[in-house]
C-alpha cells in the first residue's frame, strides 16, 4: 500500500486547503525528500493575496525550504538516506548548453512545474517532495531549518551582487530592510563593504541597527541627502534596490555616486513600478543599471558555504511564530501583514 503525502493547495485567491494524495514512485535519478520546514516567500504570499495570479492553479508553494533525504533512486549518488538537504529550485532540462554551464537559470527548455495529476508548483508546502538528484543540496544539519530554508533567496541576492562587481570597501546603500534587502545588506558586509540601510518602518530599522548596519530613517529624513552626507557628499558607490516602487527607483539614481555608480535592481513589484530615466544623464554620468533574477548552480554552492559555515546568519530574519503545516491560511495571513519578515511552516506539523 502506498504511502500518503500531506500537502496545502492554493486553489484561488486567499484560500489554501489541505489536501492529500500518493507519494510519488522515484524515478532511478529522483529523490524523496521528507520536508522540515519551508519559509513563504513573497511570491507565494503575492498570490495568495491575488497580486501574481499569473502563476496559476491549483498551486502548491514553496520553495525556500528543506528536509531529510526518506528515500534515492537506483542511479543516485550524491546523497542518502538521512541526509539534511536543501533545495535548488531552479529546474533546467539538463541538456542544453546553458544547463551544462550550471546556469540552469537561462534554460532554453525549462521543465514545467506541473504534476501528473494537474498540480503547480513546487510542493515545499508539503509533508514530501520529489527531487531530481541535482536539485538537492547538502546542509548542515546543526542548521536551524528555518535559517537552511534561507538557501534559495541567499543564492539570488548572491547571483546579484556577482553582477554587481562587489568590491571590498566600496559603500552600499541598500533601499529597503525587509527580508531580501537585509539578505543583500548581510552579503554584501560578508563581500567587505559599508552598508546603509535605508527604511522607513521602526520594525525593520530597529533590526538593521541590531544587526550592526547603518540606518536612515527615509520616513523622517530625505534618505537621499542622509546618504550624501554619510559619503561626504559623494554618495554610495552603489545602490541596491530591494523594494519594488517608483519612489525607490527614482531615489537610486539619485542616491548612487555621480561617476561610474552602478544600480541593482533587484525587486520586482505588482504592479510593475516605473522607471523614469534620462539617456543623457546615464551617458555623461557613466551609470550602470543592473537586473538580476534568480540563481544559478554556482550560487547555490555559494549560498550553502555561507550558511554551513555560519558566514551568514540569517536567524534574525524569521518571524519568531512558526505554523504548522495544517494552519496554512493563518501562515499566509502572518507572511502578508505588512512588516513581517520571514514566517516559517512546520511541515510535519
Not at 494524495?21 to 516567500?41: D, F
Amino acid at each position: 500500500m502506498k504511502e500518503n503525502m500531506r500537502f496545502a493547495c492554493m486553489i484561488h485567491k486567499g484560500c489554501s486547503v489541505i489536501k492529500e494524495r500518493a507519494i510519488p514512485e522515484l524515478a532511478p535519478n529522483e529523490v524523496l525528500v521528507k520536508n522540515i520546514a519551508c519559509n513563504i516567500c513573497t511570491t507565494d504570499y503575492g498570490q495568495w493575496m491575488g497580486l501574481r495570479e499569473h502563476q496559476g492553479y491549483p498551486m502548491v508553494g514553496g520553495h525556500e525550504g528543506c528536509g531529510v533525504v526518506e528515500k534515492v533512486g537506483t542511479k543516485v549518488q550524491y546523497c542518502k538516506p538521512g541526509d539534511f538537504v536543501g533545495i535548488n529550485s531552479y529546474k533546467g532540462c539538463g541538456i542544453c548548453g546553458y544547463c551544462r554551464k550550471g546556469e540552469v537559470s537561462k534554460c532554453e527548455n525549462p521543465p514545467k512545474l506541473m504534476t501528473k495529476d494537474g498540480y503547480l508548483g513546487e510542493f515545499g508546502f508539503s509533508t514530501h517532495a520529489v527531487w531530481e538528484e541535482n536539485a538537492v543540496i547538502k546542509m548542515n544539519p546543526k542548521l536551524d531549518p528555518g535559517c537552511a530554508g534561507f538557501l534559495e533567496p541567499l543564492a539570488t541576492v548572491i547571483k546579484g551582487q556577482k553582477k554587481l562587481r562587489l568590491a571590498s570597501f566600496e559603500t552600499v546603500a541598500v533601499i529597503g530592510g525587509g527580508t531580501m534587502g537585509m539578505l543583500n545588506a548581510l552579503e554584501a558586509r560578508a563581500r567587505g563593504a559599508r552598508v546603509i540601510v535605508s527604511e522607513l518602518m521602526e520594525k525593520k530599522l530597529a533590526l538593521a541597527k541590531e544587526l550592526g548596519f547603518e540606518t536612515v530613517d527615509s520616513g523622517k529624513e530625505d534618505a537621499v541627502r542622509r546618504v550624501k552626507e554619510l559619503t561626504d557628499g559623494k554618495g554610495a558607490d552603489c545602490v541596491i534596490v530591494a523594494v519594488g516602487m517608483k519612489g525607490a527607483n527614482k531615489q537610486s539614481i539619485d542616491m548612487v555616486k555621480n561617476i561610474d555608480g552602478r544600480i541593482l535592481l533587484f525587486a520586482a513589484g505588482y504592479p510593475a513600478p516605473p522607471m523614469d530615466v534620462d539617456s543623457n544623464l546615464l551617458h555623461y554620468r557613466r551609470l550602470e543599471l543592473i537586473g538580476t533574477y534568480g540563481a544559478d548552480n554556482e550560487d547555490f554552492e555559494d549560498a550553502a558555504n555561507r550558511l554551513n559555515q555560519g558566514m551568514i546568519d540569517v536567524s534574525g530574519l524569521i518571524e519568531p511564530v512558526r505554523y504548522p503545516l495544517t494552519k496554512m491560511q493563518e501562515a499566509f495571513q502572518a507572511a502578508s501583514t505588512p512588516g513581517m519578515y520571514r514566517v516559517c511552516v512546520e511541515c510535519q506539523k
